[in-house]
């Protein structure tokens, strides 16, 4: 088992930047894949970012590519998202998961934290 709690959303105007953690605690935290996905209102869940156990390889949406930065920080247990030129359309709820592979399917993961909002103002 493992649990995640995301933090580091907030209100920001556009252009600017925020960075969220997810802080890991259970069964060994280097063995998973990670990856965070948002959902806005009305919308379905969508992927954002991926990272593998290693920190070797990543894979982004092309909505947030050049934007968004994932890594991990395996001796911390704590996996981050650093968002910079933040737009509107970038408004959700961001949420952290964990799995043994790593897809850009939300159902490929099996432990996910309680979400954090970020919120961007125009």
């Known amino acids: 088992q493992v649990q995640l709690v995301e933090s580091g959303g907030g209100l920001v105007q556009a252009g600017g930047s925020l960075r969220l953690s997810c802080a890991a605690s259970?069964?060994?935290?280097?063995?998973?894949?990670m990856g965070w996905f948002r959902q806005a209102p009305g919308k379905e869940r969508e992927f954002v970012a991926a990272i593998s156990w290693s920190g070797g390889n990543t894979y982004y949406a092309d909505s947030v590519k050049g934007r968004f930065t994932i890594s991990r920080a395996n001796a911390k247990n704590t996996v981050y998202l650093q968002m910079n030129s933040l737009k509107p359309d970038d408004t959700a709820v961001y949420y952290c998961?964990?799995?043994?592979?790593?897809?850009?399917?939300?159902?490929?993961?099996?432990?996910w934290g309680q979400g954090t909002q970020v919120t961007v103002s125009s």
């Open positions: 259970g069964r060994t935290f280097s063995s998973y894949a």
């Open positions: 998961a964990a799995g043994p592979v790593t897809t850009t399917v939300p159902i490929s993961y099996h432990y």
